[in-house]
């Protein structure tokens, strides 16, 4: 760490780390409600253990994403943040406005949570994922706001690459494409445009650019390749990201009343979006076989190669498997639909936030790396996570394929119920990765702050004695 001010970026990655549990013990209780639907009913009804585990992986995501510019744009600029003070009073607005979002839905009823909060006066609550009342709306855009402005003056003033220009860029694009949040027509086949405008625009569009901005900068610092090869392995990953991604959205409007030549369409660029992703994993090898040294944050390494396998694996296989249209008519809203999102969320964007602070964190404590002994627990942590996804992933995509051929293609197809317990093995299945997930988190957070100090004091000892 080279700046004073990157210190901002630490409360930004604890609070994401603390979100990212409270996501995993809300998703346990959705996991168990489906085995028994009276479960912490009526106390935690399904619906609003959905709506926080949801919401809590948009927060943590959003907050680890805004970490890392604070983190990486004042580095890459060589200046320091234009104002570390409004980074820390934009972290606390972020942070409040996310608890008293979870709390209003733990503890009002979400219809009257929405006539509290002027959703008669401009309706744009109730979809998933964008289900937050519209004052935390609004809060969520002031707050992008700030970010933009404190990162975008530091850009101003400091030395431009390709990667914050990425990174900068896509922030911008991260906040444009939220603002169809606020629009939400009475007409259903306008509204469907308008949320997948946000959710697709985000997680297979932007974040995408995001991805690939994080992982060329944690790249270039750890394996001391040159910049240059490094960002143009980028641009052309991300040229291939707008170029699907964007068009690619028809794969959301087959069936919604939208105009058939989006079935071609959305096929055709859908089957383009694995692309981006396997350029990412010849990419990180690559540049992996041409590191020019061995970096000591072994954890972080791990991280982020693991990310192009996991998100190739999640957002492009899965993604593919369901993305045409034939196919996705009977599969859509199974949870072979639930499959892909679980993996693509994980692969491509948990771990590439798990991974910048795996590699920020150590220097924001004054250090290069953690020692071996916490990365060891770290790593253990990473295994343990990443087998238990795939353990999520194939369970549901079970569930999903009993759904497709004993409720939707079957000729004399089963009720809804009865395709349920056909399928409840797979969800006892998905509990089981489920509970070993969260230990395996719990692994990774030992690694940050309970293991290893005295061990690292003596490996600096032994470093400084030789």
């Known amino acids: 760490m080279n700046y004073q001010s990157q210190r901002v970026a630490k409360p930004y990655f604890i609070a994401a780390l603390g979100l990212f549990v409270g996501q995993i013990v809300f998703g346990l209780i959705a996991g168990l409600q489906y085995l028994n639907g009276t479960f912490l009913f009526p106390a935690l009804p399904f619906d609003v253990v959905h709506m926080s585990h949801t919401n809590l992986l948009i927060v943590w995501l959003l907050m680890a994403f805004m970490g890392a510019a604070y983190f990486i744009v004042p580095e890459e600029a060589q200046t320091e943040l234009y104002s570390p003070k409004l980074a820390l009073i934009t972290f606390w607005v972020f942070l409040a406005a996310g608890a008293v979002t979870i709390l209003s839905y733990l503890f009002v009823p979400y219809t009257q949570l929405a006539a509290m909060t002027g959703n008669a006066v401009l309706p744009t609550m109730?979809?998933?994922?964008?289900?937050?009342p519209l004052p935390i709306k609004v809060g969520i855009v002031l707050v992008a706001l700030s970010l933009l402005f404190n990162v975008t003056m530091t850009?101003?003033?400091?030395?431009?690459?390709?990667?914050?220009?990425?990174?900068v860029g896509s922030l911008w694009?991260?906040?444009?494409l939220f603002l169809p949040a606020f629009y939400f027509p009475q007409d259903t086949v306008k509204a469907s445009f308008g949320w997948w405008w946000v959710v697709h625009g985000w997680v297979e569009g932007d974040w995408e650019l995001?991805?690939?901005?994080?992982?060329?900068?944690?790249l270039i610092k750890m394996t001391g390749v040159d910049r240059e090869i490094i960002e143009k392995w980028i641009y052309i990953i991300v040229a291939?990201?707008?170029?699907?991604?964007?068009?690619?959205?028809?794969?959301?409007?087959?069936?919604?009343?939208?105009?058939?030549?989006?079935i071609w369409l959305g096929s055709i660029f859908s089957a383009l979006e694995p692309i981006p992703f396997m350029l990412l994993i010849a990419f990180s090898f690559k540049t992996l076989l041409q590191r020019r040294r061995e970096y000591p944050n072994k954890a972080a390494m791990l991280w982020a190669m693991g990310t192009p396998i996991m998100a190739f694996l999640g957002a492009g296989l899965w993604g593919f498997m369901i993305t045409l249209a034939p196919v996705?008519?009977?599969?859509?809203?199974?949870?072979?639909?639930?499959?892909?999102g679980h993996?693509?969320?994980f692969g491509a964007y948990a771990m590439i936030a798990l991974a910048i602070i795996s590699y920020a964190m150590p220097l924001l404590r004054g250090r290069i790396a953690n020692s071996m002994v916490a990365q060891r627990w770290e790593m253990t942590g990473f295994w343990v996570m990443t087998t238990s996804m795939i353990g999520i992933t194939l369970a549901l995509t079970g569930a999903g394929i009993v759904t497709a051929f004993l409720q939707r293609a079957a000729e004399d197809p089963m009720g809804f119920m009865q395709v349920q317990d056909k399928a409840r093995v797979f969800f006892?299945?998905?509990?089981?990765f489920g509970a070993s997930f969260f230990l395996g988190l719990l692994i990774y957070l030992r690694s940050f702050f309970f293991a290893g100090e005295y061990e690292y004091a003596n490996e600096m000892k032994q470093a400084l004695s030789k």
Do not use: C, D
Not at 155 to 167: A, D, M
Not at 173 to 176: F, N, Q, S
Not at 211 to 217: K, S
Not at 428 to 432: A, D, G, T
């Open 343 to 345: 993996l693509a969320f």
């Open 240 to 262: 291939m990201t707008l170029i699907s991604g964007l068009v690619g959205i028809g794969h959301h409007y087959y069936y919604t009343g939208a105009p058939a030549y989006w």
């Open 428 to 432: 006892w299945i998905r509990e089981f």
């Open 173 to 176: 694009g991260l906040a444009l």
């Open 126 to 132: 109730g979809r998933g994922y964008l289900e937050q």
């Open 210 to 218: 995001i991805l690939g901005a994080l992982l060329g900068f944690i």
């Open 155 to 167: 850009l101003i003033k400091g030395r431009k690459t390709s990667i914050n220009f990425i990174l």
């Open 328 to 340: 996705q008519y009977y599969i859509h809203g199974t949870n072979f639909t639930a499959a892909h």
